[in-house]
């Protein structure tokens, strides 16, 4: 993962967890659903510096059409059960994101 996309997540990581973070590893996911590929790219693996709850967050960011416009969005899932990898937390969100 290239730094500038690594500060530009940490930023979105304090901005909406009021914490610091130390990027640890990004992991490639590919998730499928019914057996399609729904989504494919790369999520940031960060450990959380003072937060209340979570030790570790996975970020990442996205493109997604909207009013005919195409939008950067990011991405964070705190560790908390269920998530415990980079693979849940993208499973998680985009579960979520499809209740919408």
């Not at 399609?36 to 003072?50: D, K, N, P, R, T």
């Not at 937060?51 to 990011?74: L, Q």
């Not at 990898?85 to 979520?96: E, F, G, L, P, R």
Request: aromatic share 8%.
């Amino acid at each position: 993962m290239q730094a500038n996309r690594i500060k530009e997540l940490q930023e979105a990581i304090e901005k909406k967890e009021g914490c610091k973070s130390k990027y640890t590893e990004s992991v490639p996911i590919s998730e499928m659903f019914r057996e399609m590929q729904a989504w494919v790219g790369e999520v940031g693996v960060f450990e959380l510096i003072g937060h209340r709850k979570a030790k570790r967050a996975y970020a990442w960011n996205y493109h997604e059409r909207k009013d005919g416009k195409m939008m950067a969005e990011t991405t964070i899932v705190l560790e908390l059960p269920p998530v415990d990898s980079a693979q849940t937390a993208v499973k998680i969100a985009m579960a979520a994101k499809a209740r919408e």
